[in-house]
């Protein structure tokens, strides 16, 4: 009796085996998932395939000698919605489409237009779906124009994407947001998400290149505006997201026209909520530390004088670029993308209770006093500048 | 068979009588029923000696025997017949006895220093065997047995299974005493102790134990002694007999017993407190008890300096998991986790497996039936054609069956990878039980993924856990865990700081050394 159960409980561990194997050259490979919504309300998926025959270097694999073709192959489909859509792919496709090495997920302008909600539903009820996928905004073209664009230094324009999405995150250059980031903001308290924005760049109109141009802010799950770069980086200021990133100034200390270009190496900001009575503001807190990466007119950084007054340049300019952020959200969009009501639920949950309902109202209207403390470290090899005399 | 009867009355009997009985029977007075029964016994074999001759004025008779290229011929002419044949004639013939011949031969004439006296015919017979010269005179119910052995024997050479870069080169060899030889060499001490048995019906193989009194625990010596005596096979041919006789599990796939052909390894782990089986006509001399992490422990560890040797030691382990896991971890992430894998190199194995017949499991399962062929073919081959071999082999399985498209270079690449890791672990008889287990591994980890691998693996942990070696757990010092002894486990520590013995092996004397620098 005992050999029989455990002989049993071996075979029910053994017989479960099998069931999900699939072998690695029976799938084909996304990379690069696009979302969008046409003009019926439509769901449309386009999905970029690798043909990874074509893409391997080696001359062996069985495959070698035909001469090696475009790497990459794109589908579209289309349902009443994103699940039915993408299980129409199994009518023209002779391999399952494999998800799961797939790092961003594309939103057309419509779709971010008229509410990404059920496309979030549907990505985050699939397993195969990375969590951790980058959600990008694609305007200037459409989704298939983005997976064909021509100009290329990657293999294929999904990988160029990816290497540029994570160029962004090393230089803070642009907004990067991914799947788990933005389905945490949309289910936290008054604050509201943003998602970076892809142009694609066309000539003589054909889709040739893309490149990132500022973010655009939502509400809730529907896009309702854009943010330039400039303002882009406001908000990255007060997020916390910037490192390494370059700082231009186009004027002199002593107000002459020229570019002085710095490194910001390290940054944080503070945000503290004030309540004075009914009275609300808020304080946003910069400091940070540069170093000059480059400059047009002859300083002398040896002077300490000279030091303070870039400083103080440095400092106008992030102030505006982070004031010019918060008129469009505050003022143009009313949308609380930085989280100063959560801010202030955290610090004064009591007066968040009474005036939760009319936040709304209030935002807008709310005084957002802005300080920047610059500090300048290095100024690279040079400390004299190069005098031609 | 009249012809005994009548001569010898009817106390005596015919060769199958004696071949039962010879053990237990004592030397008769008369020599010439001495010679008939040993002849009977004996005379068949046509490498036996019988010598007669006379002693002295008085023509006593005696006759020794010997056997024919086990002795030391030169030893038995100039120190036993020589003296004897020549000499006797000096002796006063009128005052000899019988008795008083034998006496003076034994305490004056044989002039070699290992003689003793022998009363049983079963005990002469086994001397004899053995190399030894029994000498009979007559009148007198006792033999001198003279240590005469001598054999041709391989001399001592290089390790083979074992070398090392610096260290020792000498391994011992087939003779058992150059072993204890090459042992009692290293250890100069009285508490040294050499005993010895015989095991084997038929071979009577000489089996020595060898321990450090005071270190090694008493009653791991004991219990080896049972072991071995409870022994009845009818022979013992080499020490992996012994060993299989004597370990724990005799159904477990790892060993449990180490054996060394290095006489300092033996001579070191003598003095941790274990205890050495050395048995005659084997090079491999058995240890026990004996732990887990022994047979990732080189000899050179100990001689190289310890940073190297700790850095060693790690890698061998990661080429142990390596050997056991690295092909199953393949083809469960190729079949069933393709997430796991970079996407580069999941796009590239994709592109290799395109248009590769079979499953990655077959392909894998495949490769490595082959490769085992090869190493098979290559320790058989003779070392001429073995060469040829490898390299035929080589190509076949690796650059011609990639081209061809029967497997994706991947596969090539791990099973070769496994197959050099294999070889990395010091101890070749741990090293083959991974790669049995490795086919297990493979059918699991092609079954049921990771969980089947982590099923597996943790199955083999628990059946490690659950072994002993003559009372010594086998994952010792990790489990039990003893944090004092992981000094010599995934780290070699300077000797200078090696203070003590690991306890569960020694007991009751722990201390290596009163002197530290630290």
Known sequence: MKKVLSLLIILSLLLTGCWDKREINELSFVQGIGMDIDKDKMCNITVQVLKPANLATSSGGGGGGAAAGKPYEVYSSRGVDFAKAFANFNTELSRTLFLQHNEIIFIGENLARSGIYSMLDFITRNPEFRRTSYLVVVTGGTLDDLMKLSKNVEKYPYKEILGMIQNQRNTSSGYVCDVNHFVETLETEEVQPIVGRLEIVKKDGKPQHARFVGAAAFKYDKMIGFLSEEQTKGIMWMDNFIKNTSLVIDKGPKGDKTHITFTVIKAKSSITPKVNGDDVSFDVKINFESNMTEQDAVYNLTELKMIKSLEDLQEQKVKSEIEDALNAIQKKYKVDSIGFGQKLQEKYPKVWEKIKDRWNEIYPNVKINVSVKASLKRSGLTSKPIQPR | ?518
């Not at chain 2, 003279?146 to 090392?164: C, F, P």
């Open chain 2, 1 to 518: 068979m009249s012809f005994w009867n009548n001569k010898f009355g009817d106390d005596f009997m015919d060769r199958s009588y004696l071949i039962e009985n010879y053990k237990d029977m004592n030397l008769y007075d008369d020599i010439d029923k001495n010679l008939d029964v040993l002849k009977a016994l004996l005379k068949q074999s046509s490498d036996i000696i019988f010598r007669e001759f006379r002693i002295g004025e008085k023509k006593v008779k005696a006759f020794l025997i010997c056997v024919d290229g086990l002795v030391d011929k030169a030893l038995i002419n100039n120190n036993i017949i020589e003296p004897i044949t020549l000499e006797t004639r000096k002796l006063d013939g009128n005052a000899l006895t019988k008795k008083s011949v034998y006496e003076s031969l034994l305490n004056y004439f044989i002039t070699t220093a290992d003689i003793k006296e022998e009363e049983k015919i079963g005990d002469i017979i086994d001397s004899l065997l053995d190399g030894d010269t029994p000498l009979i005179v007559d009148g007198v119910r006792k033999s001198i047995i003279i240590s005469t052995r001598g054999w041709e024997q391989r001399s001592i050479s290089e390790s083979t299974t074992e070398a090392v870069v610096r260290g020792p080169k000498e391994a011992f060899v087939e003779t058992l005493r150059v072993n204890t030889s090459m042992l009692r060499r290293r250890i100069k001490n009285p508490n040294f102790i050499i005993e010895s048995l015989k095991v084997g019906k038929y071979t009577k193989t000489n089996v020595a134990i060898a321990y450090i009194k005071d270190v090694a625990k008493d009653e791991v010596v004991e219990e080896v002694k049972n072991r071995l005596n409870k022994i009845d096979i009818d022979g013992i041919v080499d020490s992996g007999y012994l060993e299989e006789m004597i370990e724990d599990n005799p159904f477990s796939p790892f060993p449990q017993i180490e054996h060394s052909e290095r006489p300092d390894k033996i001579a070191a782990e003598l003095l941790e407190g274990r205890v050495a089986i050395i048995s005659d006509g084997s090079p491999e001399v058995l240890v026990v008890p004996t732990i887990f992490v022994q047979f990732f422990q080189s000899a050179e560890d100990y001689y190289e300096r310890y940073y190297i040797s700790t850095l060693f030691r790690i890698l061998r382990l990661a080429a142990m998991l390596m050997s056991l896991t690295l092909p199953s971890i393949y083809v469960a992430a190729v079949t069933y986790h393709q997430e796991m894998i970079p996407s580069p190199l999941a796009i590239s194995i994709a592109a290799q497996r395109e248009g590769v017949p079979f499953t990655t499991l077959m392909e894998a399962f495949l490769m490595e039936f082959f490769f085992e062929i090869l190493r098979e073919a290559g320790i058989r081959l003779p070392m001429q054609v073995g060469q040829a071999v490898s390299i035929v082999g080589a190509l076949v399985i690796g650059q011609a069956a990639v081209q061809a498209g029967l497997v994706s270079a991947a596969t090539v690449i791990v099973v070769a990878l496994t197959g050099i890791a294999s070889f990395s672990i010091p101890a070749f008889n741990i090293a083959i039980t991974f790669r049995l287990l490795r086919f297990a591994m493979l059918v699991v980890g092609g079954t049921l993924g990771f969980f089947g691998i982590i099923m597996a693996l943790m199955m083999i942990l628990a059946h490690l856990a659950s072994l002993e070696s003559f009372g010594v757990p086998y994952l010792s010092p990790l489990a039990p865990s003893n944090t004092r002894e992981l000094n010599d486990v995934f780290i070699r520590i300077p000797w200078w700081a090696k203070i003590f013995r690991p306890h569960k092996v020694a007991g009751q004397n722990v201390k290596r050394q009163n002197y530290s620098r630290s």
